[in-house]
Nanobody
Framework: QVQLVESGGGLVKAGGSLRLSCAAS????????VGWFRQAPGKEREFVAA????????YYPDSVEGRFPISKDNAKNTVYLQMVNLRPEDTAVYYC????????????????????WGQGTQVTVSS
């Protein structure tokens, strides 16, 4: 089992940047990919970015327009989400998730592709 803890959220002004971290512990050796999702009140959980743990291939939706690159540090068992040019509509709780199963890239955009989820970190962008 993998445990995930997000950190780095907070309050930032529009146009600012923020780096989120997802620290993994437990049986991380079996992790295939880690993804970032966000959920605003009243909205469905939305895919933000994903990365394969081994190999480092990355996946992004069109909705974030490449503003949020994902990266990882294998030695620290940590995945990062660098959020730049933040907008008020980026305000949401951001979650990281992991899967131990093989997934094709397109599947990683779906919440159902992941077995393990963190508790989320709040990101608030003021106008």
């Amino acid at each position: 089992q993998v445990q995930l803890v997000e950190s780095g959220g907070g309050l930032v002004k529009a146009g600012g940047s923020l780096r989120l971290s997802c620290a993994a512990s437990g049986r991380t050796f079996g992790t295939y990919a880690v993804g970032w999702f966000r959920q605003a009140p009243g909205k469905e959980r939305e895919f933000v970015a994903a990365i394969r743990w081994s190999g480092g291939d990355t996946y992004y939706p069109d909705s974030v327009e490449g503003r949020f690159p994902i990266s990882k540090d294998n030695a620290k068992n940590t995945v990062y989400l660098q959020m730049v040019n933040l907008r008020p509509e980026d305000t949401a709780v951001y979650y990281c998730a992991a899967t131990d199963l093989f997934r094709v890239g397109s599947v990683l955009a779906n919440t159902a592709a992941y077995e393990f989820w963190g508790q989320g970190t709040q990101v608030t962008v003021s106008s």
